[in-house]
């Protein structure tokens, strides 16, 4: 590729948010305030009546002659309508008429999938969307009003009627923490229902959530064009890497932080297994002080592979992740650990990389209290000695696959 059409490719930004964060609302904002930029918009909507679309012809002013507006409706596009999501690209992009391509997911569709569209090469119809445009931003448009009330719902999608097929098995908040931990702008939007000290706490807990992201206050969607359009933002691997529960796993030194509002994170690091039948009492005494949770189990009854937990809100998820390096036949082992310094540094002579390793984001935890909790579930020394195959596990077995669509 060489660096002229490197230089003209259109720069596309993705709008996602849970449904009536007011995604749409900011869209004709920005529309209406785009300064001469001929805009091709993409909207798209579970149902076969694109509302989203009309209120856009509506809002937006579009001009018929130099901008475009794509309907792409009864499906999802990070999902269903993926491959239609590639075409209608392609074809804007040729098209040679626009200046930027601004993208409005449905309000259940998932960011990932979405941004890989633009990444990777898509081998099956030979479209490799990154010659012709570049991805500049991932917005995440958060309902400050309901955040809180969605996030503690403990609905599923299907139970909202608002699921993408019939094995949707999200719940709501698994689609909010998608949202939130893949993003380069968080806006915060509805902020004109808030008081300042609800706001100011919910920014804490967002901020800890996703670090990374640049955050916008904003009411009725009115945002500069210039927070979300030819940001130089987006960047795969860092949007991958983001969330606020990686950084606090990856950080080197746990420096104690302050604490605003109580917003706090923490680590919760043994080397030694639980034992599941305690671990699942504990779980299922969930404290609700904690927002998000995540990291990696250490099992006594799973030796060989560790078990990932997730949760936010009332939301857990736990299963197989995948085979510890110790796990492995020993020629497997001694290759894993040459190719990987990092692996072997932390290497425990007795009992290699099994750990458990937990982050904890939450708001008034009681870390102390958390910490005892769980060193309870830890075998005791006499555990340690005896048969662990043995021991009652009632805990979920299945890989923690939350959707079964992508
Ligand atoms: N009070 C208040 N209402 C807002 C704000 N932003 C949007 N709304 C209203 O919230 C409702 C939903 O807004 P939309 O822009 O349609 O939300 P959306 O995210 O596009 O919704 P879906 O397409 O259903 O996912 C509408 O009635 C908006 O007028 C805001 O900042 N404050």
Redesign the pocket.
């Given at each position: 590729m060489n660096q002229q059409t490197l230089e003209r490719r259109i720069p596309v930004t993705v709008l996602s948010?849970?449904?009536?964060?007011?995604?749409?609302?900011?869209?004709n904002h920005v529309l209406q305030n785009r300064d001469g930029l001929r805009v091709a918009v993409i909207v798209n909507?579970l149902s076969e009546v694109n509302?989203?679309a009309a209120?856009v012809k509506d809002g937006g002013g579009l001009s018929r002659t130099d901008e475009k507006l794509v309907e792409m409706s009864n499906g999802c596009i990070c999902c269903t309508l993926r491959e239609d999501l590639l075409r209608e690209v392609e074809q804007l992009a040729k098209d040679g008429r626009f200046d930027y391509i601004l993208i409005?997911s449905?309000?259940v569709g998932e960011p990932v999938p979405v941004a890989q569209t633009f990444t990777y090469v898509d081998e099956e119809q030979g479209i490799d969307l990154s010659r012709y445009c570049r991805l500049d931003c991932m917005v995440t448009?958060v309902d400050a009003?309901r955040f809180w009330h969605d996030y503690s719902s403990g609905e599923s999608l299907l139970a909202r009627g608002q699921h993408v097929g019939d094995d949707d098995a999200r719940e709501v908040v698994d689609l909010l923490i998608d949202q939130i931990e893949f993003c380069d702008v968080l806006v915060l939007?509805?902020?004109?229902?808030m008081d300042e000290a609800d706001l100011a706490e919910l920014e804490g807990v967002l901020r800890k959530l996703q670090p990374r992201a640049k955050l916008i206050r904003?009411?009725?969607?009115r945002v500069a064009p210039s927070d979300i359009l030819d940001t130089g933002l987006f960047d795969f691997e860092a949007a991958s890497l983001s969330a606020g529960w990686i950084r606090e796993m990856e950080k080197q030194l746990h420096v104690p932080e302050t604490e605003e509002y109580g917003i706090a994170s923490f680590v919760y690091e043994r080397v030694r297994p639980f034992h599941p039948e305690r671990l699942y009492r504990w779980m299922s005494r969930w404290p609700e002080e904690i927002v998000r949770a995540k990291g990696i189990v250490w099992l006594a009854t799973r030796n060989a592979m560790g078990q990932s937990l997730s949760q936010a809100g009332p939301s857990i998820h736990f299963g197989p992740s995948g085979c510890w390096i110790a796990a492995l036949p020993e020629a497997e082992r001694r290759a894993i650990l040459r190719e990987e310094p990092e692996a072997a540094a932390r290497w425990h002579a007795e009992h290699g990389d099994r750990i458990n390793k937990l982050v904890f984001i939450g708001i008034g935890m009681d870390r102390a209290g958390i910490a005892d909790g769980l060193d309870a579930c830890l075998l005791t020394d006499a555990e340690m000695k005896r048969d662990w195959s043995r021991f009652a596990d009632r805990l979920p077995n299945a890989a923690p696959e939350q959707h079964g669509l992508h």
């Open positions: 948010g849970y449904l009536g964060s007011g995604k749409t609302t900011l869209l909507d509302i989203d209120l409005e449905t309000g448009v009003y939007n509805k902020c004109d229902l904003a009411s009725h969607g």
